[in-house]
């Protein structure tokens, strides 16, 4: 397990990190936020050596909720990228985890999970993530997870593609069910929502290969875009949790939508994430 903060690659001149072609040239050109990508991604790599900093050091954690902590980490890292943020697009708004009044982005706005696996954090688990999403016009432009205990970046341009630590990414081709692993995680309502979880958690316990739970949903996401998750689904996801890893999985080549198959657009009930193969399968499992 890496300790040592994330170099971030240099993207240079590049409109797509590692120097890969667009998969859509001219609507790549056209984007305005692409040739500040190398700033941004700078910034990101700053946050996670903010974040190594913090996990060699004892946690001081508080309470948000029964089982929904915060840390020091948390609150430092969100304002470190807001302060930073603020001016490479001026006159963005930010809807961050641990400030955000509102869950409905409007006009161009940052959206940020400074620390996403708050827990795994508080207990030395290595999935956490700082998720970073750019949105802009009702759609996310831009999409950043950078996983620093891991020493993996992973970020998409929309009509660009996806990539990690400058390798294009791809979802998987793995079909049937059951010869897939599967992702979820639990809604901080478990308590009130343990017999629906339950139903679908058993659901897919016997019709896939195997069920995995990282605990920090921007991880899940990034690994579905990398092909080493088949999919992913959990309920009750806020913007902040989801916005990056979403364009990180449809700039893969995966597909996104909520549990009942409807476009995803952080209203849905749930999040199901894909290789696209597996999506109307998986929509069956996730029916009640």
Known sequence: MSTE???VPSVESS???????SSDPS??????FVPLLPRILEIIGESGALV?????????????????????????VEAFLKNRLKDVVPGATFMAEESATSRTPQGTCWIIDPIDGTTNFAHSLPFVATSVGLWHDGQVVLGIVNAPVLGECFWAV????????????????REPLEQAVVATGFPYTISEDVDTVLARLRKALVTTRGV??????????????????DAFYEADLKPWDTAAGWLLVEEAGGRVTGFDGAPYDFTNEGILASNGLLHEAMHAVLAL
């Open 27 to 32: 609507g790549l050109a056209a984007s305005p």
């Open 52 to 76: 190594m900093d913090h996990w060699r050091k004892p946690r001081n954690i508080r309470l948000k909720g029964r089982i929904d902590l915060v840390t020091e980490t948390d609150l430092a």
């Open 15 to 21: 409109p797509v990190p590692s120097g890969q072609p």
């Open 158 to 173: 929309r009509g660009g593609g996806a990539f990690r630590n400058g390798e294009t990414l791809h979802v998987s081709d």
């Open 5 to 7: 903060p994330l170099s």
């Open 212 to 229: 995995r739970r990282c605990g920090a949903a921007a991880i899940d996401l990034a690994f579905v875009a990398a092909g080493r998750f």
